[in-house]
């Protein structure tokens, strides 16, 4: 199907949208407005749409609550079919060059407001009113891929990167960073021109520079990039395992995870309150908190919407990877892989987001409307990416290299089997373990095991070690509760050392 002279032009509000997108992430549903522009798409990419829309459709039907589950799933597909339509009438992954307008605000609000704080620059992560180090480091990569392989004035592309290379680093956040350098790895693969070889080249060296001079000085803001920790990722995993476990076929419904995964006592987040804390209102609470995330593209789908659900996706996300390659894409290559590496460790591809999923999908956009036959190669790609993705977890959950068997460690253990209230409820517990630092997780299980508490302890010059806690469980007329002993922050496995449960049960 050819397109008109016209057709690639991004109308004047998706420049204007786009462009105040970062900054202002609520405008995100104003996508859908794009919608009927998927009625162009080629068949065999429309036909892909289809299928992705059925595989989400029906899980959602054998959900415990199939209405909600149906409606939410609906509800992110069309969001995500809004964002493809802005894609397809693109067909160039460089109209996406006003999103730099909204990153080159980011950065200017992160940097004034962390000198307003009196956070030192090259020894602390620099700090933004709503958006976590995480996201500013995305936001980082993605003007960093803007400058390296989009279009327009040089001096506008020298400031994208040179902003974008900035927040990687004074971020300090490792999973953007390596989504950075694999995805422009991606996109110099595609264009590999000398003033493209150069502005990478010049980018490696002024941030190596960077890098060694705040070590050599003695500062931790980049000191965190090299460790090897998951930063608590493992227990996250493993209790999105659990919530897999409870519906393995159907899954638990699109943005449903987060009521498996929120601790009883009702915590949730969206924003940076004024104390350094993640908060959100009451009516945010009541939603189940669907910003609480599995850490893992892969896992999360497949939490949410059974094996029927991560194929639809992992279809869909391998004709728009192997179309970009094919097609000789760099931007749109760099973008859709960076991204993708990213949603490793975090999930990068949930819509709404504060602006990375919005951009990932109107590239996904950009390819399907070059996609005039779905072809083996396509399903291959979305194979090996969703392999390559949840490594990870997969090997976290068979990891037992060097693990001592410390199933004696409890010696004793205090703890009601019946309660009049979910709240106050108290353990008292004993252990005997080698020296060494270790984390205690205290979980509620029903369907599934959600966290209740997370405890140090310390038995370092001490071979026996008590301790007494005091929780909000969850209230429900039987549960079982578990204790857990895993290694130090630094583990990676989502096996515990050893667990010790008993069921507690409500008294009418």
């Known amino acids: ?17 786009l462009a105040l997108l970062a900054p202002l992430y609520f405008i995100s549903p104003l996508a859908l407005l794009s919608l009927p522009s998927i009625r162009t798409l080629p068949r065999s990419a429309q036909g892909l749409l289809l299928l992705y829309a059925l595989s989400q459709q029906l899980p959602a039907l054998l959900t415990s609550s199939p209405v909600e589950a149906s409606l939410l799933a609906l509800a992110r597909t069309l969001l995500m079919g809004g964002l493809i339509g802005m894609g397809v009438q693109w067909r160039r992954s460089e109209r996406l060059m006003p999103l730099g307008i909204g990153l080159i605000l980011v950065f200017a609000t992160a940097l004034v407001i962390s000198l307003i704080n009196g956070v030192p620059l090259l020894s602390s992560r620099l700090s933004h009113p709503y958006m976590i180090s995480i996201t500013l480091g995305l936001a980082g990569a993605l003007a960093f891929w803007l400058g390296l392989f989009g279009q327009g004035k040089m001096w506008w592309r020298i400031l994208l990167g040179a902003a974008g290379l900035a927040l990687l680093l004074l971020s300090a956040s490792r999973g953007p960073l390596l989504a950075a350098v694999v995805g422009g790895a991606a996109g110099l693969l595609v264009r590999g021109n000398r003033r493209t070889l150069l502005g990478a080249g010049a980018a490696l060296l002024a941030g190596g520079a960077f890098a060694l001079v ?9 000191s965190r990039l090299v460790q090897a920790d998951t930063n608590g990722r493992d227990l996250v995993w493993a209790s999105t395992l659990s919530a897999v476990q409870s519906a393995p076929l159907s899954g638990v419904g699109s943005y449903l995870l987060g009521r498996h995964l929120q601790p009883p006592s009702a915590y949730c987040e969206l924003w940076i309150g004024p104390n350094g804390t993640l908060t959100c209102p009451t009516w945010v609470q009541n939603l189940g908190s669907p910003w609480l995330i599995a850490h893992n593209g892969p896992l999360q789908q497949l939490a949410e919407t059974g094996p029927l659900g991560l194929m639809g996706l992992f279809l869909l996300i ?20 960076g991204l993708l590496v990213a949603t ?60 001592p068997n410390l199933t004696g460690a409890l010696q004793f253990i205090h703890a009601p089997a019946q309660v009049s209230s979910a709240q106050n409820y108290s353990t008292y517990s004993t252990w005997r373990l080698p020296p060494g630092e270790y984390r205690l997780l205290l979980r509620s299980c029903v369907e599934s095991c959600a966290v209740v508490r997370l405890t140090s302890l310390d038995t370092r010059g001490q071979e026996e070690v008590s301790l007494e806690m005091t929780d909000t469980i969850r209230d429900v007329p039987t549960q079982k509760l578990q204790l857990q002993l895993y290694p130090a922050a630094s583990g990676a496995s989502t096996i515990p050392l050893a667990t010790y449960e008993w069921p507690v049960r409500r008294r009418p």
């Open 318 to 337: 391998g004709g728009a990877l192997f179309t970009a390659f094919s097609s000789r894409d760099a931007l749109g290559g760099a973008v859709l892989t």
């Open 344 to 403: 490793a460790t975090d999930n990068t591809l949930l819509v709404p987001s504060p602006f990375f999923a919005e951009a990932f999908w109107i590239i996904v956009g950009v390819q399907l409307a070059r996609m005039h036959e779905f072809r083996v190669a396509h399903g291959l790609t979305g194979a090996v990416t969703l392999a390559a993705l949840a490594f990870p977890v997969w090997a976290s959950a068979t990891d037992t290299r060097s693990r």
């Open 214 to 222: 705040n070590l050599r000085s003695g500062h931790e803001l980049l």
């Open 1 to 17: 199907m050819s397109a008109s002279p016209e057709a690639g032009s991004a109308p004047l509000w998706h420049r204007v949208w």
